[in-house]
Protein backbone atom coordinates (compact mmCIF):
# COMPACT_ATOMS: atom_id res chain seq x y z
CA UNK A 1 0.00 0.00 0.00
CA UNK A 2 0.98 3.40 -1.17
CA UNK A 3 1.88 6.47 1.31
CA UNK A 4 1.63 9.80 0.70
CA UNK A 5 4.53 11.53 0.28
CA UNK A 6 5.24 14.62 -1.16
CA UNK A 7 7.27 14.91 -4.82
CA UNK A 8 9.03 17.83 -6.17
CA UNK A 9 10.42 18.47 -9.60
CA UNK A 10 14.32 19.40 -9.33
CA UNK A 11 15.84 20.70 -12.61
CA UNK A 12 19.51 20.42 -12.85
CA UNK A 13 22.09 20.88 -15.58
CA UNK A 14 24.38 17.58 -15.78
CA UNK A 15 27.70 18.13 -16.97
CA UNK A 16 28.59 15.12 -18.52
CA UNK A 17 32.26 15.17 -19.90
CA UNK A 18 34.74 17.80 -20.14
CA UNK A 19 38.52 17.77 -22.07
CA UNK A 20 40.58 19.54 -23.57
CA UNK A 21 41.72 19.03 -27.71
CA UNK A 22 44.10 20.53 -29.93
CA UNK A 23 43.08 21.08 -33.93
CA UNK A 24 44.61 22.74 -37.06
CA UNK A 25 43.46 25.29 -39.29
CA UNK A 26 45.07 25.74 -42.28
CA UNK A 27 44.53 28.01 -45.03
CA UNK A 28 46.04 29.59 -48.18
CA UNK A 29 44.69 33.69 -48.26
CA UNK A 30 45.05 36.24 -51.03
CA UNK A 31 46.15 39.50 -50.80
CA UNK A 32 43.53 41.91 -51.18
CA UNK A 33 43.81 44.06 -54.60
CA UNK A 34 43.83 47.49 -52.87
CA UNK A 35 47.14 46.37 -51.24
CA UNK A 36 50.98 45.98 -52.37
CA UNK A 37 53.13 42.96 -52.81
CA UNK A 38 54.11 41.30 -50.16
CA UNK A 39 57.59 41.08 -49.20
CA UNK A 40 58.25 40.09 -46.12
CA UNK A 41 56.22 39.12 -42.68
CA UNK A 42 56.82 41.49 -39.82
CA UNK A 43 54.51 40.41 -37.55
CA UNK A 44 50.57 37.74 -37.43
CA UNK A 45 48.05 38.60 -34.09
CA UNK A 46 44.72 36.53 -34.34
CA UNK A 47 41.78 35.58 -32.41
CA UNK A 48 39.31 33.17 -32.38
CA UNK A 49 35.39 33.18 -32.46
CA UNK A 50 33.79 29.94 -31.75
CA UNK A 51 30.54 29.59 -33.90
CA UNK A 52 28.98 26.68 -32.82
CA UNK A 53 29.04 23.43 -31.39
CA UNK A 54 26.57 20.20 -32.27
CA UNK A 55 25.80 16.58 -31.92
CA UNK A 56 24.73 14.65 -34.94
CA UNK A 57 25.36 11.11 -36.24
CA UNK A 58 27.71 10.15 -33.66
CA UNK A 59 29.93 12.88 -34.00
CA UNK A 60 30.45 16.22 -32.60
CA UNK A 61 30.84 18.68 -35.01
CA UNK A 62 32.68 22.81 -33.67
CA UNK A 63 33.14 24.94 -35.90
CA UNK A 64 34.57 28.29 -35.95
CA UNK A 65 37.13 31.30 -37.56
CA UNK A 66 40.62 32.72 -36.68
CA UNK A 67 40.44 36.57 -37.03
CA UNK A 68 44.07 36.94 -38.80
CA UNK A 69 45.91 40.15 -38.68
CA UNK A 70 49.18 40.53 -40.81
CA UNK A 71 51.40 43.07 -40.81
CA UNK A 72 54.10 42.81 -44.20
CA UNK A 73 56.65 44.52 -45.68
CA UNK A 74 56.51 45.98 -48.94
CA UNK A 75 58.32 47.51 -52.01
CA UNK A 76 57.10 50.56 -52.08
CA UNK A 77 58.92 53.48 -50.55
CA UNK A 78 56.30 56.06 -50.11
CA UNK A 79 54.59 52.68 -48.05
CA UNK A 80 56.92 50.53 -46.78
CA UNK A 81 54.73 47.80 -44.81
CA UNK A 82 51.02 47.17 -44.99
CA UNK A 83 48.46 45.65 -43.02
CA UNK A 84 45.85 43.04 -44.20
CA UNK A 85 42.94 41.23 -42.40
CA UNK A 86 41.97 37.53 -43.18
CA UNK A 87 39.48 34.89 -41.64
CA UNK A 88 39.90 31.30 -41.61
CA UNK A 89 36.83 29.26 -41.02
CA UNK A 90 37.59 25.38 -39.54
CA UNK A 91 35.28 23.14 -38.75
CA UNK A 92 36.55 19.92 -36.76
CA UNK A 93 34.56 16.33 -35.69
CA UNK A 94 35.06 14.22 -32.65
CA UNK A 95 33.97 10.86 -31.98
CA UNK A 96 30.43 11.04 -29.92
CA UNK A 97 29.11 7.89 -30.42
CA UNK A 98 28.32 7.33 -26.80
CA UNK A 99 26.90 10.75 -26.14
CA UNK A 100 23.37 11.56 -26.84
CA UNK A 101 22.09 14.10 -29.58
CA UNK A 102 19.76 16.21 -27.11
CA UNK A 103 23.23 17.10 -25.31
CA UNK A 104 24.37 20.68 -25.26
CA UNK A 105 28.09 21.35 -26.36
CA UNK A 106 29.91 23.83 -25.13
CA UNK A 107 33.51 25.18 -26.82
CA UNK A 108 35.90 27.89 -26.09
CA UNK A 109 39.69 28.54 -27.26
CA UNK A 110 42.68 30.08 -28.30
CA UNK A 111 45.12 30.19 -30.84
CA UNK A 112 48.08 28.82 -29.28
CA UNK A 113 50.45 29.25 -32.41
CA UNK A 114 50.70 30.82 -35.99
CA UNK A 115 52.79 30.14 -38.89
CA UNK A 116 52.58 32.55 -41.91
CA UNK A 117 54.37 31.41 -45.09
CA UNK A 118 54.71 33.48 -48.11
CA UNK A 119 53.82 31.22 -51.29
CA UNK A 120 54.57 34.29 -53.81
CA UNK A 121 53.89 37.97 -53.54
CA UNK A 122 49.94 37.84 -53.50
CA UNK A 123 49.24 34.64 -51.56
CA UNK A 124 50.12 33.66 -47.73
CA UNK A 125 49.87 29.96 -46.05
CA UNK A 126 48.40 30.54 -42.59
CA UNK A 127 48.82 27.74 -39.87
CA UNK A 128 46.60 27.65 -36.83
CA UNK A 129 47.28 25.50 -33.94
CA UNK A 130 44.69 25.99 -31.86
CA UNK A 131 43.53 24.29 -28.80
CA UNK A 132 40.01 23.57 -27.54
CA UNK A 133 38.29 23.16 -23.96
CA UNK A 134 35.07 21.30 -24.78
CA UNK A 135 32.28 20.53 -22.62
CA UNK A 136 29.18 17.93 -22.91
CA UNK A 137 25.80 18.91 -21.05
CA UNK A 138 22.43 18.05 -20.48
CA UNK A 139 19.29 19.71 -18.62
CA UNK A 140 17.58 16.88 -16.53
CA UNK A 141 14.48 16.56 -14.26
CA UNK A 142 14.07 13.92 -11.55
CA UNK A 143 10.98 14.02 -9.18
CA UNK A 144 12.18 13.32 -5.95
CA UNK A 145 10.32 12.68 -2.34
CA UNK A 146 10.28 15.85 -0.29
CA UNK A 147 8.28 15.12 2.81
CA UNK A 148 6.81 11.95 3.85
CA UNK A 149 2.92 11.91 5.67
CA UNK A 150 3.50 9.91 8.44
CA UNK A 151 3.94 11.20 11.98
CA UNK A 152 6.77 9.20 13.14
CA UNK A 153 8.67 9.01 10.66
CA UNK A 154 12.52 9.24 10.35
CA UNK A 155 13.80 11.05 7.41
CA UNK A 156 17.91 11.17 6.57
CA UNK A 157 18.33 13.78 4.41
CA UNK A 158 21.07 15.32 1.52
CA UNK A 159 21.13 18.95 0.41
CA UNK A 160 21.99 19.08 -2.88
CA UNK A 161 22.51 22.74 -4.78
CA UNK A 162 20.60 22.05 -8.22
CA UNK A 163 21.60 24.68 -11.14
CA UNK A 164 19.81 24.92 -14.56
CA UNK A 165 19.70 27.15 -17.22
CA UNK A 166 16.55 29.08 -17.42
CA UNK A 167 17.18 30.93 -21.22
CA UNK A 168 19.66 31.70 -23.38
CA UNK A 169 19.78 35.08 -26.40
CA UNK A 170 22.47 36.96 -28.31
CA UNK A 171 21.99 39.76 -30.17
CA UNK A 172 24.50 42.08 -32.26
CA UNK A 173 25.47 45.59 -31.61
CA UNK A 174 27.72 48.38 -33.50
CA UNK A 175 29.71 50.75 -31.32
CA UNK A 176 30.92 53.67 -33.55
CA UNK A 177 33.35 56.41 -32.59
CA UNK A 178 35.22 59.09 -33.75
CA UNK A 179 38.70 59.58 -31.77
CA UNK A 180 40.93 62.42 -32.51
CA UNK A 181 44.57 61.29 -32.99
CA UNK A 182 45.57 65.02 -32.95
CA UNK A 183 44.74 68.41 -35.14
CA UNK A 184 48.50 68.28 -37.08
CA UNK A 185 48.65 64.33 -37.52
CA UNK A 186 47.10 63.23 -41.07
CA UNK A 187 46.72 59.50 -41.44
CA UNK A 188 48.00 57.78 -44.73
CA UNK A 189 47.32 54.15 -43.52
CA UNK A 190 45.65 52.35 -40.72
CA UNK A 191 48.40 49.28 -40.25
CA UNK A 192 47.13 47.65 -37.44
CA UNK A 193 43.63 47.89 -35.58
CA UNK A 194 42.49 46.02 -32.91
CA UNK A 195 39.25 46.04 -30.12
CA UNK A 196 39.34 43.88 -26.69
CA UNK A 197 36.31 44.16 -24.09
CA UNK A 198 37.10 44.26 -20.82
CA UNK A 199 35.29 45.33 -17.63
CA UNK A 200 31.95 43.19 -18.61
CA UNK A 201 29.26 43.70 -15.83
CA UNK A 202 25.80 42.79 -16.28
CA UNK A 203 22.40 43.94 -14.26
CA UNK A 204 19.52 41.77 -14.88
CA UNK A 205 15.32 42.63 -14.82
CA UNK A 206 12.36 40.96 -16.12
CA UNK A 207 13.45 39.41 -19.41
CA UNK A 208 16.08 41.74 -19.90
CA UNK A 209 20.10 41.19 -19.41
CA UNK A 210 22.15 44.77 -19.62
CA UNK A 211 25.76 44.48 -20.67
CA UNK A 212 27.91 47.07 -19.88
CA UNK A 213 31.98 47.12 -20.81
CA UNK A 214 34.58 48.81 -21.93
CA UNK A 215 36.14 48.54 -25.42
CA UNK A 216 40.30 49.01 -25.74
CA UNK A 217 41.30 50.21 -28.93
CA UNK A 218 44.69 49.35 -30.25
CA UNK A 219 46.09 51.81 -33.49
CA UNK A 220 49.50 51.45 -35.57
CA UNK A 221 49.02 54.01 -37.98
CA UNK A 222 51.76 55.50 -41.23
CA UNK A 223 51.35 59.72 -41.35
CA UNK A 224 51.21 61.39 -44.06
CA UNK A 225 54.23 63.35 -44.01
CA UNK A 226 57.24 63.49 -45.56
CA UNK A 227 59.59 60.83 -45.56
CA UNK A 228 58.13 57.26 -42.92
CA UNK A 229 56.76 58.25 -39.88
CA UNK A 230 54.74 55.86 -37.77
CA UNK A 231 52.28 55.92 -34.66
CA UNK A 232 50.43 54.25 -32.17
CA UNK A 233 47.06 55.05 -30.58
CA UNK A 234 45.09 53.36 -27.62
CA UNK A 235 42.24 54.71 -26.16
CA UNK A 236 38.71 52.64 -24.26
CA UNK A 237 35.32 53.21 -25.48
CA UNK A 238 32.13 52.44 -22.49
CA UNK A 239 29.22 50.44 -24.34
CA UNK A 240 25.64 49.28 -23.30
CA UNK A 241 23.60 46.53 -24.96
CA UNK A 242 20.52 45.06 -23.63
CA UNK A 243 19.65 41.32 -24.38
CA UNK A 244 16.28 39.55 -24.17
CA UNK A 245 16.22 36.64 -22.56
CA UNK A 246 12.75 34.92 -21.48
CA UNK A 247 11.86 34.04 -18.05
CA UNK A 248 14.58 36.19 -16.50
CA UNK A 249 14.55 37.74 -13.22
CA UNK A 250 16.90 39.99 -10.88
CA UNK A 251 18.02 37.25 -8.57
CA UNK A 252 19.32 35.00 -11.00
CA UNK A 253 23.16 34.34 -11.98
CA UNK A 254 24.19 35.37 -15.71
CA UNK A 255 27.10 34.78 -17.97
CA UNK A 256 28.01 36.70 -20.94
CA UNK A 257 30.19 36.27 -23.68
CA UNK A 258 30.97 39.28 -25.55
CA UNK A 259 32.71 38.58 -29.33
CA UNK A 260 34.37 41.24 -31.00
CA UNK A 261 33.61 39.95 -34.97
CA UNK A 262 34.60 42.91 -36.90
CA UNK A 263 36.34 45.78 -36.72
CA UNK A 264 37.26 49.01 -38.83
CA UNK A 265 39.55 52.03 -38.88
CA UNK A 266 38.69 54.88 -41.66
CA UNK A 267 41.05 57.96 -41.35
CA UNK A 268 38.83 60.89 -42.03
CA UNK A 269 40.12 65.15 -41.92
CA UNK A 270 42.06 66.47 -39.24
CA UNK A 271 43.88 63.56 -37.54
CA UNK A 272 40.17 61.86 -36.78
CA UNK A 273 39.95 57.87 -37.24
CA UNK A 274 36.25 56.50 -37.50
CA UNK A 275 36.43 53.13 -35.26
CA UNK A 276 33.48 50.59 -35.94
CA UNK A 277 33.29 47.94 -34.03
CA UNK A 278 30.76 44.95 -34.78
CA UNK A 279 29.99 42.97 -31.15
CA UNK A 280 28.03 39.81 -30.83
CA UNK A 281 26.81 40.12 -26.85
CA UNK A 282 25.71 35.90 -25.66
CA UNK A 283 24.19 35.68 -22.92
CA UNK A 284 23.04 32.25 -20.89
CA UNK A 285 20.85 32.37 -17.65
CA UNK A 286 20.66 30.39 -14.58
CA UNK A 287 18.86 29.54 -11.66
CA UNK A 288 20.58 28.34 -8.32
CA UNK A 289 18.18 26.16 -6.24
CA UNK A 290 19.55 24.79 -2.41
CA UNK A 291 16.85 21.28 -2.55
CA UNK A 292 16.96 18.99 0.22
CA UNK A 293 16.45 15.08 -0.98
CA UNK A 294 15.40 12.77 1.45
CA UNK A 295 17.66 9.25 0.88
CA UNK A 296 16.13 7.40 3.10
CA UNK A 297 13.33 7.05 5.52
CA UNK A 298 11.81 4.60 8.46
CA UNK A 299 9.09 4.77 10.54
CA UNK A 300 8.89 3.96 14.44
CA UNK A 301 5.35 2.21 14.50
CA UNK A 302 4.72 0.53 10.99
CA UNK A 303 6.64 -1.00 8.35
CA UNK A 304 7.71 0.72 4.89
CA UNK A 305 9.91 0.93 2.42
CA UNK A 306 11.44 3.58 0.30
CA UNK A 307 12.16 3.03 -3.78
CA UNK A 308 15.84 4.75 -4.18
CA UNK A 309 16.70 5.88 -7.38
CA UNK A 310 20.21 7.75 -7.97
CA UNK A 311 22.39 10.18 -10.32
CA UNK A 312 25.46 11.20 -11.01
CA UNK A 313 26.50 14.48 -11.67
CA UNK A 314 29.70 16.92 -12.51
CA UNK A 315 28.50 20.14 -10.47
CA UNK A 316 31.21 22.58 -9.61
CA UNK A 317 32.44 22.65 -5.95
CA UNK A 318 34.88 25.55 -5.91
CA UNK A 319 35.64 28.63 -7.35
CA UNK A 320 37.82 31.46 -7.25
CA UNK A 321 38.17 34.96 -9.26
CA UNK A 322 42.16 36.81 -8.21
CA UNK A 323 44.43 38.74 -9.92
CA UNK A 324 48.02 38.50 -10.47
CA UNK A 325 50.92 41.36 -10.89
CA UNK A 326 53.62 40.17 -12.66
CA UNK A 327 56.50 41.50 -14.50
CA UNK A 328 59.20 40.21 -17.13
CA UNK A 329 61.65 41.47 -19.38
CA UNK A 330 61.65 40.67 -23.21
CA UNK A 331 65.12 41.29 -25.09
CA UNK A 332 64.39 42.73 -28.60
CA UNK A 333 65.88 41.18 -31.59
CA UNK A 334 66.41 44.59 -33.27
CA UNK A 335 67.96 47.93 -31.67
CA UNK A 336 65.10 49.72 -30.78
CA UNK A 337 64.38 53.49 -31.15
CA UNK A 338 60.58 54.04 -29.81
CA UNK A 339 57.92 51.15 -28.35
CA UNK A 340 54.85 51.50 -30.58
CA UNK A 341 52.07 48.71 -29.08
CA UNK A 342 52.68 45.76 -26.60
CA UNK A 343 50.53 42.90 -26.86
CA UNK A 344 49.35 40.18 -24.37
CA UNK A 345 47.07 37.25 -24.17
CA UNK A 346 47.34 34.77 -21.12
CA UNK A 347 47.04 31.08 -22.06
CA UNK A 348 46.24 28.41 -19.42
CA UNK A 349 48.62 24.79 -18.79
CA UNK A 350 49.45 22.01 -16.67
CA UNK A 351 48.29 22.27 -13.01
CA UNK A 352 48.87 19.98 -10.35
CA UNK A 353 47.75 19.20 -6.36
CA UNK A 354 50.06 19.56 -3.56
CA UNK A 355 49.00 19.05 0.05
CA UNK A 356 45.70 21.96 -0.12
CA UNK A 357 47.38 23.78 -3.12
CA UNK A 358 46.84 23.48 -6.62
CA UNK A 359 50.01 25.08 -8.61
CA UNK A 360 48.31 26.52 -12.15
CA UNK A 361 51.12 27.29 -14.84
CA UNK A 362 50.24 29.72 -17.21
CA UNK A 363 51.92 31.62 -20.43
CA UNK A 364 51.80 35.25 -21.40
CA UNK A 365 52.40 35.37 -25.29
CA UNK A 366 53.54 39.00 -25.93
CA UNK A 367 54.06 40.96 -29.08
CA UNK A 368 56.18 43.77 -28.98
CA UNK A 369 55.90 46.30 -31.81
CA UNK A 370 58.23 48.71 -32.12
CA UNK A 371 60.29 51.02 -34.35
CA UNK A 372 63.98 50.21 -35.74
CA UNK A 373 66.41 52.33 -38.04
CA UNK A 374 65.22 50.58 -40.67
CA UNK A 375 61.59 50.53 -40.06
CA UNK A 376 58.61 49.05 -38.07
CA UNK A 377 59.71 45.69 -36.52
CA UNK A 378 57.63 43.07 -34.10
CA UNK A 379 58.71 40.56 -31.53
CA UNK A 380 57.16 37.51 -30.08
CA UNK A 381 57.85 36.54 -26.37
CA UNK A 382 56.87 33.36 -24.10
CA UNK A 383 56.61 34.75 -20.38
CA UNK A 384 55.87 31.80 -17.78
CA UNK A 385 54.24 32.23 -14.66
CA UNK A 386 52.58 30.17 -11.88
CA UNK A 387 48.83 31.11 -10.21
CA UNK A 388 49.18 29.14 -6.77
CA UNK A 389 45.60 28.53 -5.15
CA UNK A 390 45.44 27.32 -1.54
CA UNK A 391 42.23 25.99 -0.73
CA UNK A 392 41.50 22.29 1.41
CA UNK A 393 38.70 22.45 -0.10
CA UNK A 394 40.10 20.62 -3.08
CA UNK A 395 40.99 17.12 -4.66
CA UNK A 396 43.30 15.47 -6.88
CA UNK A 397 40.56 14.35 -9.28
CA UNK A 398 38.80 17.48 -9.73
CA UNK A 399 38.27 18.97 -13.09
CA UNK A 400 39.45 22.39 -13.47
CA UNK A 401 38.20 25.21 -16.12
CA UNK A 402 40.88 27.60 -15.58
CA UNK A 403 40.70 31.08 -17.12
CA UNK A 404 43.04 33.84 -17.72
CA UNK A 405 42.31 37.52 -19.16
CA UNK A 406 45.24 39.72 -19.30
CA UNK A 407 43.30 43.49 -17.66
CA UNK A 408 46.05 45.95 -18.21
CA UNK A 409 49.52 45.71 -19.33
CA UNK A 410 52.32 48.76 -19.19
CA UNK A 411 56.35 48.76 -20.51
CA UNK A 412 59.34 50.69 -20.49
CA UNK A 413 61.31 50.73 -22.69
CA UNK A 414 65.18 50.01 -21.26
CA UNK A 415 68.07 49.99 -24.11
CA UNK A 416 66.97 47.05 -26.19
CA UNK A 417 65.03 45.60 -23.47
CA UNK A 418 61.29 45.85 -22.78
CA UNK A 419 60.56 45.58 -18.96
CA UNK A 420 56.75 44.37 -18.77
CA UNK A 421 54.02 44.72 -15.59
CA UNK A 422 50.69 43.03 -16.94
CA UNK A 423 48.00 42.14 -14.35
CA UNK A 424 46.26 38.78 -15.32
CA UNK A 425 42.63 38.43 -13.89
CA UNK A 426 42.61 34.29 -12.94
CA UNK A 427 38.98 33.12 -13.04
CA UNK A 428 39.01 28.89 -11.73
CA UNK A 429 36.27 26.54 -11.23
CA UNK A 430 36.58 23.12 -9.81
CA UNK A 431 34.09 20.40 -10.70
CA UNK A 432 33.73 17.17 -9.27
CA UNK A 433 31.98 14.09 -9.65
CA UNK A 434 29.23 13.52 -7.04
CA UNK A 435 26.52 10.72 -6.82
CA UNK A 436 23.40 11.36 -5.08
CA UNK A 437 21.02 8.79 -3.63
CA UNK A 438 16.65 9.80 -3.56
CA UNK A 439 13.84 8.24 -2.76
CA UNK A 440 11.49 7.69 -5.77
CA UNK A 441 8.22 6.85 -3.68
CA UNK A 442 7.51 5.03 -0.44
CA UNK A 443 5.34 2.74 0.11
CA UNK A 444 4.27 0.00 3.43
CA UNK A 445 6.07 -3.00 3.19
CA UNK A 446 5.01 -6.64 3.35
CA UNK A 447 8.14 -7.69 5.36
CA UNK A 448 7.29 -9.09 8.96
CA UNK A 449 7.73 -6.83 11.58
CA UNK A 450 11.42 -6.78 13.32
CA UNK A 451 11.68 -9.39 16.65
CA UNK A 452 11.00 -7.84 19.70
CA UNK A 453 13.69 -6.19 21.26
CA UNK A 454 15.09 -7.26 24.71
CA UNK A 455 14.85 -4.56 27.33
CA UNK A 456 18.24 -3.69 27.01
CA UNK A 457 20.30 -4.62 24.26
CA UNK A 458 24.06 -4.40 24.05
CA UNK A 459 24.85 -3.93 20.20
CA UNK A 460 28.18 -4.19 18.43
CA UNK A 461 28.97 -1.48 15.40
CA UNK A 462 29.98 -3.15 12.22
CA UNK A 463 32.01 -1.69 9.79
CA UNK A 464 31.08 1.55 7.43
CA UNK A 465 27.56 1.22 10.29
CA UNK A 466 26.40 4.74 11.29
CA UNK A 467 23.96 5.90 14.11
CA UNK A 468 21.05 6.18 11.60
CA UNK A 469 21.89 2.41 10.26
CA UNK A 470 21.96 1.13 14.06
CA UNK A 471 18.67 3.83 15.02
CA UNK A 472 16.69 2.21 12.02
CA UNK A 473 17.55 -1.52 12.82
CA UNK A 474 15.72 -0.82 16.32
CA UNK A 475 13.09 1.58 15.08
CA UNK A 476 14.39 4.08 17.86
CA UNK A 477 15.94 8.08 16.96
CA UNK A 478 19.44 8.65 17.23
CA UNK A 479 19.16 11.18 20.00
CA UNK A 480 17.82 8.72 22.23
CA UNK A 481 20.88 6.50 21.26
CA UNK A 482 23.15 9.33 21.71
CA UNK A 483 21.53 10.36 25.11
CA UNK A 484 21.28 7.02 26.15
CA UNK A 485 25.38 6.46 25.63
CA UNK A 486 26.02 9.82 26.63
CA UNK A 487 27.45 10.26 22.78
CA UNK A 488 28.34 14.72 21.44
CA UNK A 489 28.83 13.32 18.32
CA UNK A 490 27.51 10.95 15.67
CA UNK A 491 30.62 9.10 14.53
CA UNK A 492 30.88 5.32 15.09
CA UNK A 493 33.79 3.26 14.90
CA UNK A 494 33.85 -0.44 14.26
CA UNK A 495 33.46 -2.52 17.52
CA UNK A 496 31.86 0.33 19.77
CA UNK A 497 29.30 -0.90 21.88
CA UNK A 498 26.02 0.97 22.15
CA UNK A 499 23.17 0.42 24.63
CA UNK A 500 19.63 -0.05 23.01
CA UNK A 501 16.76 0.33 25.51
CA UNK A 502 13.08 -1.11 24.79
CA UNK A 503 11.13 2.27 24.25
CA UNK A 504 7.95 1.38 26.74
CA UNK A 505 4.56 2.30 24.91
CA UNK A 506 1.74 3.26 26.71
Known amino acids: ?76 EDRPVAGMDAVIEFSHYFDATDVDEDVTVRARGYVEHTDCDVINSRKLQLKHVINLSLSIGKEESINAVTSIELDDVMCKN ?166 LSLRDTVELSRDAKHILLVRGQAQAGEYEFSGNRLYIDGLLLVRVYYITESGLACDMAEMPFRHVVDSDELKDDDKLDVRFNVSHIAYTLNGNAVDIRYTVDCNLKVYRENRFIYLLSVEESDEETLPEPASITVYVVGKGETLWDVAKRYRTTIEKIKGINELEEEILNEGDKLLILKEIKP
Open 1 to 76: MSIDAVSDAIKLDRLIKKWDVQVMATSDVLVPDVKPDVEEIIGVDCKLIIDDGEVANGRILIEGRVLTRVLYATAQ
Open 158 to 323: SGIRARHMVGEGSSETIVREDINLGEDVVVRDILYSDVTVTNLGMQLSDNKVLVEGTLSVDLIYLEDTEGVKYDSYSTELGFTHYVDVDGVQAYMFPEVECVVEEVSADPKDSGTVNIEAVLNVRVKVYEEEEKTLIVDAYSLSRNIRGNQGSFAVLSEAFRSNTQ
